[in-house]
């Protein structure tokens, strides 16, 4: 099993910056691609950021110039840099992670793949 831990979301004013962070532990071989994703009331959840492992990264428009997503591959751990924030950024934000674990599945003669979300950090964007 892989868990993931996120930490920083808060309550922020527009124009404010927080750091989010979520450190993946657990049963882990190596980890591909990591993410983050957002959810307002009444919304479907959305991509937010998405960062390989080589570092790329690709953003949704509206946080474009905003947000930066970064990595540690050292410490399995992405983060999530969010400045000049607006009232519509407040949501609950998950980060997910993907990869393959160390179970070695001996039917395909390969190791589990998986795919997990954190619990989700509350930001609120409020004057």
């Known amino acids: 099993q892989v868990q993931l831990e996120e930490s920083g979301g808060g309550l922020v004013q527009p124009g404010g910056s927080l750091r989010l962070s979520c450190a993946a532990s657990?049963?882990?071989?190596?980890?591909?691609?990591m993410g983050w994703y957002r959810q307002a009331p009444g919304k479907q959840r959305e991509l937010v950021a998405g960062?390989?492992?080589?570092?790329?990264?690709n953003y949704a428009d509206y946080v474009k110039g905003r947000f930066t997503a970064s990595r540690d591959n050292a410490k399995n751990t992405v983060y999530l840099q969010m400045n000049s924030l607006e009232l519509e950024d407040t949501a609950v934000y998950y980060c997910n992670v993907e990869g393959l674990s160390t179970d070695w599945d001996i039917y395909t003669r390969r190791y589990s793949p998986f795919n997990s979300w954190g619990q989700g950090t509350q930001v609120t964007v409020s004057s």
């Open positions: 657990g049963s882990i071989l190596v980890i591909n691609a």
């Open positions: 960062i390989k492992r080589d570092g790329t990264a």
